[in-house]
């Protein structure tokens, strides 16, 4: 179960995911933040934005944004890529630091959306149940 939440908040939560534009997928890749120490690791991913966990707190400001660094597994054969993510939410605890990214206003990357097809096309099927613990 995600983190901090019940089952009642996972039912409310699977129908709002559902509504999103772009599925979201699960993956293994780590991010970096300009200007912060350490990584996290990607939860999830869409054309749309993404989220990152991490045991490093990273004091994101909502609504500002930041050029973040995203590095796919090696064996998904694609280099890191770089993006501008708009901090949408975060979330701590003792334990785990999470934040939710959408992309930058009129921002358009092409590495990104590549990435989205090909965990699309490995048959990887969308992450509704865990994509916004901190919603």
């Known amino acids: 179960m995600p983190f901090g939440k019940t ?4 039912g409310d939560q699977q ?3 559902q509504k999103r534009k772009a599925p979201r997928y699960a993956l293994n890749a780590t991010v970096t933040v300009d200007g912060f120490d350490g990584e996290g690791e990607l939860e999830n991913i869409s054309t749309s934005g993404c989220r990152m966990d991490s045991s ?3 004091n994101l400001i909502p609504d500002e944004v ?3 660094t995203i590095t796919p597994s090696p064996r998904d054969n694609i280099k890191p890529f770089r993006l501008k ?3 949408s939410w975060t979330k701590s605890s003792e334990l785990l630091f999470q934040a ?3 992309l930058a206003s009129g921002y358009h990357n092409t590495e990104m959306e590549r990435y989205v097809k090909l965990l699309n096309s490995k048959g990887i099927p969308p992450d509704y149940g865990n994509m916004a613990a901190g919603k």
Not at 7 to 10: A, R, S, V
Request: no cysteine; net charge neutral; proline share 0%.
């Open 7 to 10: 089952k009642e908040d996972l």
């Open 15 to 17: 129908a709002v995911f």
């Open 56 to 58: 490093t707190y990273v």
């Open 66 to 68: 930041y050029q973040v």
């Open 85 to 87: 993510l708009k901090a």
């Open 100 to 102: 939710g990214f959408t």
